[in-house]
């Protein structure tokens, strides 16, 4: 595993088997330098386990890096089950996942991710404590989406400033793909402060409702990358700023919510040669584990969230500034800070 190409000295890595429920998961802890590791636990049916493995290293890197750009007292982490969501589950194998979470001593806190949701949190947390995103309890915090909106939403508003001069986005066009819970919060906002919305989605129910709520124009789902639209803004699935989709892109902005928007590590730089301002996803979308973070810390407290989303909105200042000061692209300048944010936390500086 050390010679893996995703393997970026990660702490540790464990796995977990268990006979009888059928439980074969990994927990990946990238690194504990800021604090626990903390991180979602996605459930997938990878064809290999080498593929489990891979996700799990890369997925626990981003969390690390999310976790320091929201200036948050939290290490990185991931869990992968390996199963299928929709066939697989059950009340013993989420049970023997909890153990398995509680074996790390608080090492890694779990949430939810793809494939895996707040009533199967609920049966986690009946074996551990190192569990957050739940519905109920003492400090739960609920959905996190209307946060991540708002933190996209007023991402989006720095991008614009920087990209058109002014953050004002009344009749600015923007094309929002998926309107799913972050989507659907973000264009309510963007509606309210008068912004010409094209929206696509594959779940209809989901698209009419955006459209009558917001007066969203609907788009063809292939058809949003060729929108005559200043802000493109994923909100839907990964790996969507691709060779193919970035010549057909308009806009000067791409900013959403969606994790893993780039589909290469070289589109970071390919948005750059392009005139593109690219707000970067770890950085954008960390309103989300603002709101766990606090539920993690044992009292949820909204100023909180609220404060450290006003922080996350400067950062993201920061790394566009600097970015567009040096002529670096801004996944590159966002990953130079996360790292030296975590860093500076091993050798016990402060450094945001
Ligand atoms: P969601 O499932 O509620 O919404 C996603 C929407 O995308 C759905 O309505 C779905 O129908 C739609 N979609 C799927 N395929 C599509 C396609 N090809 N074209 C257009 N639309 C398509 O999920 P969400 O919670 O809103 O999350 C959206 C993205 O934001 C994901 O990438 C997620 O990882 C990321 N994210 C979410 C949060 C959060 O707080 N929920 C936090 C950080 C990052």
Known sequence: ??????????????????????????????????????????????????????????????????????????????????????????????????????????????????GVDTHDMAMVARQTRYVAGLDSGEAASGDPSPITALGVYRGIKACAARAFGSDDLSGRTIAVQGVGSVG?????????????????????????DVCKRTGATMIKTDDIYDVD????????????????????????????????????????????????????????????IINVAAEISGAYSRNWVMGKLNILIETLGEVLDEALSNGQPTNFVAERIARARIAAAKAGETSD
């Not at 000295?9 to 626990?36: K, N």
């Not at 659907?184 to 989605?201: I, Q």
């Not at 070289?266 to 950085?283: C, F, N, Q």
């Open 1 to 114: 595993m050390f010679d893996h190409p995703s393997y970026d000295r990660h702490e540790g890595v464990h796995f977990f088997e268990d006979e009888e429920s059928g439980l074969r998961a990994i927990i990946a802890v990238h690194s504990t330098a800021r604090g626990p590791a903390a991180g979602g636990c996605r459930m997938w049916h990878y064809e290999t386990g080498e593929q489990a493995f891979r996700d799990a290293l890369r997925l626990s890197q981003g969390m690390s890096f999310k976790n320091a750009m929201a200036g948050l007292p939290l290490g990185g982490g991931k869990a992968v089950i390996w199963g299928n969501s929709k066939t697989d589950k059950s009340e013993a194998l989420f049970e023997a996942f909890g153990r398995a979470v509680e074996s790390l001593n608080g090492a890694y806190y779990t949430a939810e991710d793809v």
């Open 184 to 208: 659907g919060y973000l264009c309510d906002h963007l509606a309210k402060e008068g912004a010409k919305l094209f929206v696509c989605d594959v779940d209809e129910d989901a698209l009419d």
């Open 229 to 288: 639209a200043d802000i493109f803004s994923p909100n839907a699935l990964g790996a969507v700023i691709s060779k193919a989709t970035l010549p057909r892109l308009k806009a000067k902005v791409v900013a959403g919510g969606a994790n893993n928007q780039l589909a290469s590590p070289d589109m970071d730089a390919a948005l750059k040669e392009s005139g593109i301002l690219y707000a970067p996803d770890y950085v954008i979308n960390g309103g989300g």
